[in-house]
């Protein structure tokens, strides 16, 4: 079966650059939840988009920001890149038919130096 | 305090063995529980959900008291390939609705 894309996989930034973090959903799994797991950490919930439009916000800094579009993709924008945010982030699908689970995609590996 | 919390680990057990893993939440709010595996450097995988009749899937039982707000996930007959981390997992809504809030896991570590 079809699973959650990421792309790109690995992502290597300087310091104050600008990154862009891609996520293709699962088809027919209208909702998008991003996540970022830091060096020995859990992964902590950044954003979700339900129908395209923001449904929760958890804890993303004021410098990143995403949208999801009509294809259902969704991007991660994230400017003025600190050190501390060298991290995996991973976009997970929900709200298909099964309503028990969301699905990860692989992550992408960002390493800010 | 974090919302979730798990037995700090790690666990080594030889093949065979039965470990058990605990888990509390602070939000009563808290609607849907699950554990989920995740391999090194790997994206987080559903093991199983939780229920509050208890729930078994081959060598994994689920346990959920609601009342204690505790979560629970026995592994019998450990593989080498249960060696992961497993986290607890909690919503807020039902189902895959809202965002996960991790527990910061616990590392299984099986050996020979």
């Known amino acids: 079966a079809a699973g959650v894309i990421q792309s790109p996989r690995h992502l290597i930034k300087e310091k104050r650059e600008t990154a862009t973090l891609k996520c293709y959903p699962i088809?027919?799994?209208?909702?998008v939840y991003w996540y970022q797991q830091g060096p020995g950490q859990d992964p902590q919930f950044l954003i979700s988009?339900?129908?395209?439009?923001?449904?929760d916000k958890g804890s993303i800094p004021d410098r990143f920001s995403a949208q999801q579009f009509s294809d259902y993709h969704s991007e991660l924008n994230m400017s003025s890149l600190e050190l501390g945010d060298s991290a995996l982030y991973f976009c997970?699908?929900?709200?298909?038919?099964?309503?028990?689970?969301?699905?990860f995609g692989p992550g992408t590996r960002l390493t800010v130096l | 305090r974090k919302e979730v919390e798990q037995d700090p680990g790690p666990f080594n057990v030889p093949e065979g063995a039965t470990v058990a893993f605990n888990c509390t939440y602070s939000?009563?709010?808290?609607?849907?529980f699950f554990w989920y595996r995740q391999d090194c450097r790997k994206e987080p995988k559903l093991l199983m959900s939780?229920?509050?009749s208890g729930n078994e899937d081959g060598r994994f039982t689920a346990q959920l008291n609601r009342a204690s707000q505790y979560i629970s996930l026995l592994i019998r007959d450990s593989k080498l390939s249960d060696s992961a981390t497993y986290l607890c997992?909690?919503?807020?809504?039902?189902?895959?609705?809202?965002?996960?809030?991790f527990g910061k896991g616990t590392k299984l570590s099986v050996k020979p």
């Open positions: 997970a699908a929900g709200g298909g038919s099964s309503t028990d689970t969301q699905y």
């Open positions: 088809p027919r799994h209208d909702t």
């Open positions: 988009f339900y129908e395209k439009m923001q449904s």
């Open positions: 939000n009563s709010a808290s609607q849907s």
């Open positions: 939780v229920y509050s």
């Open positions: 997992v909690v919503t807020l809504y039902g189902g895959s609705q809202g965002n996960l809030i």
